[in-house]
């Protein structure tokens, strides 16, 4: 995971600013890896990982869990769209609201002018 952050990490950090309509980096940092390079903790991550004694056994349980996790993922990002049920909605209505008040508006100017 931590290798899918410093890969695309500045790309999703990005869409979840946008989409949530965050103000500043709030909730964001995990995204920000200060005072070091992300290829130089890159690097660093992947000779640890590929240093480890680990077994076969092991690297397969490894390889399990990650798979697991991409599958979990997968779920939350498709939990996601339903959000944006909630915002196609509200958008719905600001603009019939703001449609209704231009309405409004204007035929409260030509009942004003009809009068004067």
């Known amino acids: ?12 950090k990005r869409i979840v600013k946008k989409t949530l309509c965050l103000p500043g980096d709030e909730g964001l940092e995990i995204f920000d890896f200060k005072g070091t390079e992300r290829t130089q903790l ?7 990982i590929d240093s480890l004694p680990l077994t076969r056994t092991t690297k397969e349980a490894i390889i399990a869990e990650n798979i697991q996790c991409f599958r979990m993922n997968i ?18 209505l600001v603009a019939t609201a703001v449609v209704i008040l231009a309405v409004a508006f204007w035929y409260s100017y030509v009942v004003f002018v009809e009068n004067v």
């Open 1 to 12: 995971m931590y290798l899918a952050l410093l890969a695309g990490g500045e790309t999703i």
């Open 42 to 48: 890159q690097e660093q991550l992947q000779t640890t």
């Open 75 to 92: 779920q939350i990002v498709k939990g996601i769209r339903i959000n944006w049920n909630y915002y196609q909605k509200l958008v719905i």
